[in-house]
Nanobody, 122 residues
Framework: QVQLAQSGGGLVQPGGSLRLSCAVSERTFSPYVVAWFRQAPGKVREDVAIFRWTDGYTQYAESVKGRFSMSRDFVNQILYLEMNSLKPEDTAIYSC???????????????WGQGTQVTVSS
């Protein structure tokens, strides 16, 4: 079964930066799409950024455009989410997910990482 292992996250002051990583394993073939979602307390899970593994095409939520970026380690199948200029409203549990289609919908993703807390506070 496909597994996604996350690392990174933690507590950072407003304006600071953090990097999350998502390592995909137990896959016979390369992923098609890997995405980042987040869920803040009392809110629904929302998409943050989507990465199409085949050609590197990306899509970002409007709320993070210009502040967040993704990169990958193609050989080791690791996707990174670099988060800059963090704001308190970025506070959430961030999860990566492996999906079969390029979609913002949570139900289009079959495998999920364990989630990691990102807290932006002074």
């Amino acid at each position: 079964q496909v597994q996604l292992a996350q690392s990174g996250g933690g507590l950072v002051q407003p304006g600071g930066s953090l990097r999350l990583s998502c390592a995909v394993s137990e896959r016979t073939f390369s992923p098609y799409v890997v995405a980042w979602f987040r869920q803040a307390p009392g809110k629904v899970r929302e998409d943050v950024a989507i990465f199409r593994w085949t050609d590197g095409y990306t899509q970002y939520a409007e709320s993070v455009k210009g502040r967040f970026s993704m990169s990958r380690d193609f050989v080791n199948q690791i996707l990174y989410l670099e988060m800059n200029s963090l704001k308190p409203e970025d506070t959430a549990i961030y999860s990566c997910a492996d999906g079969r289609s390029f979609s913002r919908l949570v139900n289009r993703y079959d495998y999920w990482g364990q989630g990691t807390q990102v807290t932006v506070s002074s």
